[in-house]
């Protein structure tokens, strides 16, 4: 039978050069680590290493067999990784809701983090805007939010900020504003304005951003910026969603004297107060707050 044992050996005489170093690295003698890979190569009946010279070299199948134990001790750290915790603590899902106005790095790195440390944790992302998602928190629909800043917070909630949102005001290169160095207040004015739910429904950010008599709703982001693209009016989107539209020419970003001093909006971290926290939701909340 195939020896987890022996295929380590054989894996760090490998990438440590030599049955010696192997050896001292497993804290076995010489002979034990030169054995086992000698029982390996009869068990699986090929040459591994090539031993004519005075340093041993894999063969072809050596190589074959050095890749896939790179693959095979990968799963074993995984499923190890898997244990620390006990099974019956760790979450079998993490419900996340985001805001319309949160960009996707918010929480790309950290979903990535938290797969490789709870492999066996699924991840559900849900998006929606202000009033929905502190709905589904109090409902305990969601296990964390990630939405804009919504100022006075209810007191069921615990809101954390984790950083800020870099905006810009858009339009399509059709528009009449895409030829004007520094839109004015008025001309901005008389302009349709496309703006999102998430915006609107903000007590902050709707006092601030909306502008225009003539405002246009979508409930999602992908919808406005389609709005926009068609030249049906002009809006403030995140940097980081209007960059990619910028470059390929679809959108144009303009500067107005009205809208134009350091716009960005602070980004809340949201859990209902005194919720009880498992070790992947403790893990998730440390990963944006250290």
Request: net charge negative; proline share 4%; glycine share 6%.
């Amino acid at each position: 039978m195939l020896s987890l044992e022996q295929m380590n050996m054989f894996k760090v005489a490998v990438e440590s050069g030599s049955f010696s170093a192997a050896a001292r690295k497993l804290n076995k003698g010489v002979s034990t680590v030169s054995t086992g890979v000698i029982n390996l190569e009869d068990y699986l009946g090929v040459q591994l290493f090539d031993r004519s010279t005075r340093k041993p070299t894999l063969t072809q199948e050596g190589e074959r067999l050095y890749a896939r134990s790179k693959i095979l001790f990968s799963e074993v750290n995984r499923i190890e990784s898997s244990l620390v915790e006990q099974p019956s603590e760790i979450e079998p899902i993490i419900r996340i809701g985001v805001g319309e106005l949160v960009p996707s790095s918010f929480f790309e790195n950290q979903t990535e983090v938290l797969s490789r440390r709870f492999p066996d944790t699924r991840v559900r992302l849900e998006r929606g805007d202000p009033i929905s998602l502190q709905a589904g928190l109090a409902d305990e629909q969601f296990d964390l939010v990630i939405m804009a800043q919504q100022g006075q917070v209810d007191v069921v909630f615990d809101a954390k900020g984790i950083g800020f949102v870099e905006l810009v005001l858009v339009c399509s290169p059709d528009s009449n504003l895409a030829d004007i160095g520094l839109v004015d207040a008025q001309t901005l004015f008389t302009q349709r304005q496309i703006a999102c739910l998430s915006l609107s429904m903000n007590p902050l950010l709707s006092n601030a951003l909306l502008y225009s008599p003539e405002i246009w709703e979508t409930s999602s982001m992908e919808d406005l910026v389609k709005l926009v693209e068609q030249g049906l009016g002009w809006a403030c989107i995140p940097m980081e969603l209007a960059q990619e539209r910028i470059q390929l020419g679809t959108l144009i970003e303009f500067k107005s004297n009205l809208l134009n001093a350091g716009l960005s909006i602070p980004i809340d971290l949201v859990q209902l107060a005194g919720s009880e926290a498992g070790p992947a939701k403790r893990f998730l909340i440390d990963e944006y707050l250290k």
